[in-house]
């Protein structure tokens, strides 16, 4: 059993910065970042590999975004930079436990979800 917690969330005025983080207790693998938005669907944000050598990201944060993490500590990281007011949502870790392929992009390639922080991004 997998469980995790995210935190960092808050408001920020936009081109503003945060970083969230996602404490992991049990067997971790990939992990992966997603962001819901009132009445929107969840949305892919960035996810890395197990050995961290491999990212994804999505096109809406390539270059503003970034994702790390430290199996030492068995916790990622998502540094944001530039925040938008679109970027306001509810922020997810996931842990998936399937070979590392462009299928992390997806919700459904995720077994293990944190409950979330909320990331406000005022104009």
């Known amino acids: 059993q997998v469980e995790l917690v995210e935190s960092g969330g808050g408001l920020v005025q936009a081109g503003g910065s945060l970083r969230l983080s996602c404490a992991a207790s049990?067997?971790?693998?990939?992990m992966g970042w997603f962001r819901q938005a009132p009445g929107k669907e969840r949305e892919f944000v960035a996810a890395?590999?197990?050995?961290?050598?491999?990212?994804l990201y999505a096109d809406s944060v390539e270059g503003r975004f970034s994702i790390s993490k430290d199996n030492m500590k068995n916790t990622m990281y998502l540094e944001m930079n530039s925040l938008e007011p679109e970027d306001t949502a509810v922020y997810l870790c996931?842990?998936?436990?399937?070979?590392?392929?462009?299928?992390?992009?997806?919700?459904?390639?995720?077994?293990?979800w944190g409950q979330g922080t909320q990331v406000t991004v005022s104009a």
């Open positions: 890395i590999a197990r050995s961290g050598l491999q990212t």
């Open positions: 049990g067997l971790t693998y990939h």
């Open positions: 996931a842990v998936g436990v399937h070979r590392w392929s462009a299928g992390y992009y997806h919700a459904d390639h995720y077994e293990y």
